[in-house]
């Protein structure tokens, strides 16, 4: 994680309810899947820092901050990676990370939640709710003191100036793209 995704999370509010979550980026996922021609491919940001302040007793009082390295994405084609770092798409010499920030959570029930947040690339923000699954391991020894934080969403690209020219086309490159993540979080105290 470079010093810019840092920087953003260094901006994060004072947790109020006293629980508050950091990632285990090694046994975490923040991943994607878009389609070329119909056909789906999958991608992955390898390079992310989360910081939560979430207790599933009351998640009015939640907030989450995501910051995400976009240089980073990987999705297994080199000439695919290096397409996505340039100017029609992420223009990640410009702009190096993206940025998740919701201060608007509420109980789905049955340890689901939803948060309604922005969404930041490229300077462009938009509302972006996620839907999740809270599992929480405090009734296991092993896990004790963590949490996985299991969710997807969906954006459209062109909302974030994602594909500029030729690539805006539908039919091409899908303007929608699902974004998947698994994390891993522990409490920051421990």
Not at 100 to 117: M, P, V
């Amino acid at each position: 994680m470079n010093w810019i995704a840092l920087l953003a999370l260094a901006t994060a509010p004072t947790c109020n309810i006293g629980e508050t979550w950091e990632l285990d980026g090694s046994a975490s996922r923040l991943g994607f899947t878009a389609t070329l021609e119909g056909e789906p491919f999958h991608g992955r940001f390898p390079d992310f820092a989360v910081q939560l302040c979430f207790d599933p007793e009351q998640p009015d009082s939640a907030w989450l901050l995501v910051a995400v390295e976009l240089s980073s994405v990987a999705t297994g084609d080199a000439d695919r990676d290096a397409a996505l770092a340039a100017p029609e798409w992420f223009n990640s010499e410009t702009h190096p990370s993206a940025r998740y920030q919701a201060a608007a959570f509420e109980s789905l029930g049955d340890n689901r939640f939803t948060a309604s947040g922005e969404l930041q690339i490229k300077h462009i923000q938009r509302g972006v709710p996620i839907n999740f699954q809270w599992i929480s391991g405090d009734g296991s020894a092993r896990l004790k003191g963590m949490a996985q934080m299991i969710g997807d969403t969906e954006v459209n690209r062109l909302d974030f100036d994602l594909g500029r020219g030729d690539w805006a086309d539908d039919a091409l490159i899908g303007h929608r793209v699902d974004v998947e993540f698994d994390l891993t979080l522990r409490r920051a105290d421990h």
